[in-house]
């Protein structure tokens, strides 16, 4: 028997420009729906006639860009969600998923270039809508976003085992690339300027933490944005440790003043953690990921 079921249109890109006059604005989405309601027979029975399919999903994104402004995933995301809602009588629950590829215009002497742009790096901007018929739930978060501080980060005093063999740091270089996930307590929210906001507090955080580990800065990372947002109800990171090891230059006859490293890609180590407001039912790190980007 089937214990559940879910259909959607993935990676659907979409580039919206907003022209006005000579200085365009531009938005660039990757777009995923997933649909989730009562379609069993379409699966035990090939009925399809409650089944949208997934090229209208395709097709609706395009058309509601167009039909009206785009100006940021998360209101986006909503206007798909109430949009399929309203009109697929089988759906009980939609999810859209959206990540933005931010680009900032080019500087031409001292004025900004009103229809010329550069991509703005490897992070990505992204925000989750879900909507069943009761409740709209919204999260917004940021991925692959690089960040290296050179000093005040160490790691010492942990367990030893007989396999141990990594020596004590008081100066080590932390490095990782954070994907953060939050959600927020409502949709009474500016969503550009928030996400702005709080993308800043995570790196002031990460900047000004004297770190004794991975996970101590992180915390400080996730708890200054709850003492700082109050629309935000929890907050998860991830924060692989992207190792960055000094080379020992006494082999050369040179002498080692903690400035020369290899980067490594890998093995690294990976953590994560999850901090909620102190009322109501905490959530799970799984738990916000499903629920959140």
Same mark, same amino acid.
């Given at each position: 028997?089937?214990?559940?079921?879910?259909?959607?249109?993935?990676? @659907?890109?979409?580039?919206?420009?907003?022209?006005?006059?000579?200085?365009?604005?531009?938005?660039?989405?990757? %777009?995923?729906?997933?649909?989730? =309601?009562?379609?069993?027979?379409?699966?035990?029975?090939?009925?399809?006639?409650?089944?949208?399919?997934?090229?209208?999903?395709?097709? /609706? @994104?395009?058309?509601?860009?167009?039909?009206?402004?785009?100006? =940021?995933?998360?209101? *986006?995301?909503?206007?798909?969600?109430?949009?399929?809602? +309203?009109?697929?009588?089988?759906?009980?629950?939609?999810?859209?998923?959206?990540?933005?590829?931010?680009?900032?215009?080019?500087?031409?002497?001292?004025?900004?270039?009103?229809?010329? *742009?550069?991509?703005? =790096?490897?992070?990505?901007? /992204?925000?989750?809508?879900?909507?069943?018929?009761?409740?709209?739930?919204?999260?917004?978060? %940021? /991925?692959?976003?690089?960040?290296?501080?050179?000093?005040?980060?160490?790691?010492?005093?942990?367990?030893?085992?007989?396999?141990?063999?990594?020596? +004590?740091?008081?100066?080590?270089?932390?490095?990782?690339?954070?994907?953060?996930?939050?959600?927020?307590?409502?949709?009474? %929210?500016?969503?550009?300027?928030?996400?702005?906001?709080?993308?800043?507090?995570?790196?002031?955080?990460?900047?000004?933490?004297?770190?004794?580990?991975?996970?101590?800065?992180?915390?400080?990372?996730?708890?200054?944005?709850?003492?700082?947002?109050?629309?935000?109800?929890?907050?998860?990171?991830?924060?692989?440790?992207?190792?960055?090891?000094?080379?020992?230059?006494?082999?050369?006859?040179?002498?080692?003043?903690?400035e020369i490293f290899v980067a490594t890609?890998?093995?690294?180590?990976?953590?994560?953690?999850?901090?909620?407001?102190?009322?109501?039912?905490?959530?799970?790190?799984?738990?916000?990921?499903?629920?959140?980007?």
């Amino acid at each position: 028997m089937l214990a559940g079921t879910a259909y959607g249109k993935s990676d @659907v890109r979409l580039v919206k420009v907003t022209r006005h006059g000579d200085r365009d604005d531009l938005i660039d989405l990757t %777009v995923a729906v997933r649909f989730e =309601g009562d379609y069993d027979e379409s699966y035990t029975n090939g009925d399809n006639s409650d089944v949208l399919p997934t090229d209208t999903m395709k097709n /609706t @994104v395009y058309a509601l860009a167009a039909s009206g402004p785009v100006e =940021g995933p998360e209101e *986006f995301g909503v206007r798909l969600c109430r949009h399929f809602m +309203d009109r697929n009588r089988r759906l009980s629950r939609v999810r859209v998923d959206l990540s933005e590829q931010t680009w900032g215009r080019i500087a031409v002497g001292a004025r900004q270039h009103g229809q010329a *742009f550069v991509r703005d =790096g490897g992070a990505l901007r /992204t925000a989750t809508v879900q909507q069943d018929r009761g409740k709209v739930r919204i999260g917004a978060g %940021v /991925t692959d976003l690089v960040i290296l501080k050179s000093a005040r980060s160490s790691f010492t005093g942990f367990m030893r085992d007989e396999f141990t063999t990594l020596p +004590d740091s008081l100066d080590r270089l932390l490095a990782t690339s954070l994907t953060a996930s939050w959600q927020y307590r409502d949709a009474d %929210v500016e969503f550009g300027q928030t996400w702005r906001a709080i993308r800043a507090l995570l790196l002031e955080a990460f900047a000004d933490h004297d770190s004794r580990s991975v996970q101590h800065t992180l915390h400080a990372m996730a708890q200054s944005v709850l003492d700082n947002i109050d629309a935000v109800t929890a907050i998860h990171l991830i924060m692989p440790n992207k190792h960055h090891l000094p080379i020992d230059l006494s082999r050369f006859g040179l002498m080692n003043r903690n400035e020369i490293f290899v980067a490594t890609a890998e093995p690294y180590g990976l953590i994560e953690a999850t901090l909620v407001r102190g009322e109501g039912e905490p959530q799970t790190g799984r738990q916000l990921r499903a629920a959140g980007p």
